[in-house]
């Protein structure tokens, strides 16, 4: 029951299905009391302002950000190594009362990743990214949020935080950027004092868990396969490749996993920033040290426009062009065909991302994955695609209600 709660849970996080599997296994223990949030591609871009009496809550990477860190070794939230001088001058300034409050109330919630009484708007993700950079070079609010404990309280203020429920109420206005500020400390502060106690409590665990998986690294080295050195030297490569990003305001973690579907060994490498809301992620198998997986993730991506029919047609020779130049240049294997993929909903426009699977005989393919302008977003080695199949129906959840769409899935002309 918890494990199918949390996987409802981060199907909200804008993040890949092989993220989602990587958050399951790692932060089982942090789910309990989950909630359903929504479906498939964890989008949540509609709009809705509500009443504060009875409220849509909209998750939000923000407040799932703890979520992704745990990505960094099964048990540790790891936001203290993400912070540079000034923030972390800041953290390990907060009093140890206040850092208790922080760790006892949100083991107390009753959801596992809360949310937002309304979506940012457009102008508000843009501003909030910015804030974030502000944050991380040591611009800090002046003051805190205000935060209550019931829903009645709510409607004595424009802007607060209902604690229960981890839930920010927001202006039915534009937020200002003092308040985007205070939102970004407030998790910050959160994650940092809910490291800082679960790293005391249970410092065992983390000590046999990393025992554990250097007994695995070291029988996977002697066997011939690569360090974890290696892979991360791999990986950081590998982001300035494809994806053009530097490591700067960026944490790197990475642990070794046998277990990540039918991949076999592998490390997988992270760089996140739970300010900016940037992630970026690769599986580097732990035998020869090839990429079998890399995606970028983030509050931008997520809320990338659909496309209309007209530009679907526009777009795919296009990108199609892009998909075969990133495979003979940066994958540099051969290919019998290519294959195009994409949802489309009853009113004709086409869901965010289109994938390319560039096939070979034996069935296994490569999927490179664009959104429609071009941004590249996850490349993915796909061992079989017979499960593939065109007009398949899929339902998707819009951040309010479930929408249907269909697969269209066809073989392009070389």
Known sequence: MMEAKLKDCVSGICMKEEMKKAVIENVKERTEGAERACGETGKDSGRKSGTKGHVAVWKRNVAAAVLIAALAGAVAVPVRALVNSLVRERMEGIPKEEKDAYAETLMEQKVAAGGFSRAYTPEEEKRYREMGEKYQSGIFPEREVIKVDTIQETEEYEFCYLTPEDTFYLPERELTDE????????????????????????????????????????????????????????????????????????????????????????????????????????????????????????????????????????????????????MKGEIQETYDKVYVSYLVYQDGNAEKEVAFYLAKEDGSAWKITYLWDGTLTEINEKKDISDKKDGKAVELWDGENYREAQEVFRELAG
């Open 179 to 326: 308040e985007l500020l205070e939102i970004i400390d407030f998790t910050v502060k959160r994650e940092y004092a809910y490291t800082e106690y679960y790293e005391k409590e249970h410092a065992a665990d983390i000590a046999a868990e990393k025992e554990l998986e250097q007994e695995k690294i070291t029988a996977n080295t002697e066997g011939g396969g690569i360090t974890k050195q290696q892979a991360e030297e791999i990986a950081a490569q590998k982001l300035a490749d494809i994806y053009g990003a530097d490591k700067e305001g960026f944490e790197m973690n990475s642990y070794y996993d046998e277990e990540i579907y039918d991949r076999g060994a592998v490390y997988c490498v992270n760089w996140t920033n739970i300010i900016t809301h940037q992630y970026y992620y690769f599986y580097i198998d732990a035998k020869d040290g090839h990429m079998s997986w890399a995606a970028h993730s983030g509050a931008d991506l997520s809320e990338a426009p659909l496309a209309s029919a007209e530009g679907v047609q526009q777009q795919i020779p296009v990108l199609q062009k892009k998909a075969e130049e990133f």
